[in-house]
């Protein structure tokens, strides 16, 4: 479903090579782990899948569903079914929840070539998948994020999405600022989404979030490159043994 | 001895002059003199040039237009076709003022304590200060042709707005001009709906003051929605006096026009008045929409909040003028002043300029601007759900000044508005 092959990148604004001919090859109904220390590009890497701007890219490619991601912008890779859920999920005041998750279901459905949701159909998805999550159904009467306690926006990203549906959901350190229940329901609500042609990336620091998401295979990225890849033990040994003597052992 | 070398008037100068020549306007002898001695000052003084501080963002010699005629009557058959094809922009008791021409006739059914008359019939007019920076108010003087005086007998509570459905249906060049006194009696509460609305592609000059006064207690929901067409021109003021424990929310929508100067004047004489003003400006295209404001405080204990959002994009230019006059006897005021802008393209620019007079000592004035693109990490979010470029904007540009629309308590004229919203959208963004 994914290929990366020698991917470069390097922050627009100042030169800086983040990413440093990374290979990754994930396939449909896999769930993949990136683990790695801090500034190893795990951020970056679910920037530059998702299309943001600040980034340039020097070398390489990246290959989804065989097509050129490189060259979709950031709503068409998103309504071709990669979602990101956000490290830090973006207040906008003035939006109301509500009409972002139509418009975004919406887009998507068109792209697809499919006709509009109908607004009861879309309040009876939206209240099925909020009840999943244990989401206050007031709470999406809000402005998007706005007012929403940290867990509660992680818990509004992976609403985001069950009922966006993606292919390929890329967790960007879903894990951080989340207690141990908000942790479970987050896990739950994203292994209801396991499925055979849907691929998952999960990217964190720590091994306790691959707990509740078992992964398939686990890939330590440091300095911008895979170093070392594995199934789900891997994690247990870097749990065990830290970032360090792995990366002196690849170094 | 000092010798005046005679000035050259501007091509809109002589327009309107010829205009007024050409023109058969009704009214007394005294209205005649009065739009005599106006006409003169125009020609004597001219428009307003930049040097004129309350136009110095906006040039009316440059951007007022030529191939000036008041435009006719429409006939009692062209009148009721319009009316029914009329969309309201919520129900309201109707009061068509077609091409500057009040039509009694086909106005809706007034309620108990509601009279409304033509205005030439009403009496005269107040008397107009001939100068360059009265422009407004010059312009209109020389040229108007009807309107409409509206009494709100004391007491009076009306749930249904009264309509003031102004449309512009005439040839191009063509001048609608009018004149409104609206008076609310003691302790009435009613809306208004002062709408103004015109075809795309046609150059034509709406003029219109109206005088509002709210007697002590009355309570006014006011909104004033400008949707002429896209090469029309505007010029406008709205004068309220405001009276003890009165309460006026003015709500301003601007978005039609090529040119529009809305001037709007609150003189605070009651203890214990409250004024609101809000509004949101949105220019694409080439449009220039200039907001004048100036509220003067005259006694203790008052308090005004002015907010404006404005979304500007293409060419165009937008001016806010915002002055808080606080006279000497108006202690304990509390005047606050909020204009945030939104600039979305290289070829856009907005000016923002606060005023505050102030001569009482114990008062609280702020006032504040801002002006930025749509924030990049907002957009990125969006995106990142999918969501087009485009639409992304419109929900950030609509989010941003649906916090201010939605203030207004009614459901149904905030959809309306939101409509109109969207639809300038459609077009500019």
Known sequence: MLEIKNLHVRIEEDGTEIIRGLNLSVKAGEVA?????????????????????????????????????????????????????????VEIPGVPTMTFLKEAMNAQRKQRGEDELTTPDFIKKVRAAAADLKIDFNMLKRPVNVGFSGGEKKRAEILQMSLLQPQLCVLDETDSGLDIDALKVV????????????????????????????????????????????????????????????????? | MTVHTPRILTDAETSLIEAFAAADLPGSDAVATARNAAIDA??????????????????????????????????????????????????????????????????????????????????GFGKCENTAANAVEVINTAFVTDGVSIDVEAGTQIVTPIGLANTFAGATGGMAVTRNTMKVGEGAEIGVIDRYVGPDETDYLSSNIMDLELCDGANVSYVLSIEDGDAAQRLARLNVRLGKETKLNLFILNVGGRLVRQEINFDVWGEGCSLNISGVNLIGGDAHIDVTSQITHHVAGTNATETFRNVATGRGKGVFQGQINVRQAAQLTDA???????????????SAKPELEIFADDVQCAHGATVTDLEESYMFYLMARGISETRARRLLIKGFVAEIVEELEDEVLVEALEDRIEAWMEKHV
């Open chain 1, 33 to 89: 782990a990136i683990m790695g220390p801090n500034g190893s590009g795990k951020s970056t890497l679910s920037y530059v899948l998702s299309g943001k701007e600040d980034y340039e890219i020097t070398e390489g490619s990246i290959t989804y569903n065989g097509q050129d991601l490189l060259d979709m912008d950031v709503s068409e890779r998103a309504a071709a079914g990669v979602f990101l859920a956000f490290q830090y999920p």
């Open chain 2, 336 to 350: 606050r002043m909020a204009c945030n802008t939104l600039l979305l393209s290289d070829d856009c620019d907005f």
């Open chain 2, 42 to 123: 125009l020609e004597t003084l001219g428009l307003p040039t930049r040097r004129i501080e309350a136009f110095h963002y906006t040039d009316l010699r440059a951007l007022l237009g030529t191939g000036r005629t008041v435009s006719q009557r429409p006939s009692a058959q062209a009148a009721l076709e319009r009316t029914d094809s009329y969309q309201r922009l919520v129900n309201a008791i109707r009061l068509p003022i077609m091409d500057g021409h009040y039509f009694a006739d086909i106005a809706d059914d007034l309620p108990d304590g509601i009279s409304v008359m033509p205005s030439f019939a009403a009496g």
């Open chain 1, 187 to 251: 896990s739950d609500g994203v292994n209801l989404l396991r499925s055979p042609d849907r691929a998952v990336i999960v990217i964190t620091h720590y091994q306790r979030l691959l707990e509740h998401i078992v992964p398939d295979t686990v890939h330590v990225l440091s300095k911008g490159q895979i170093i070392k890849s594995g199934d789900k033990s891997l994690a247990l040994e870097l749990e065990e043994k830290g970032y360090a003597e792995l990366i002196d052992a690849a170094a």
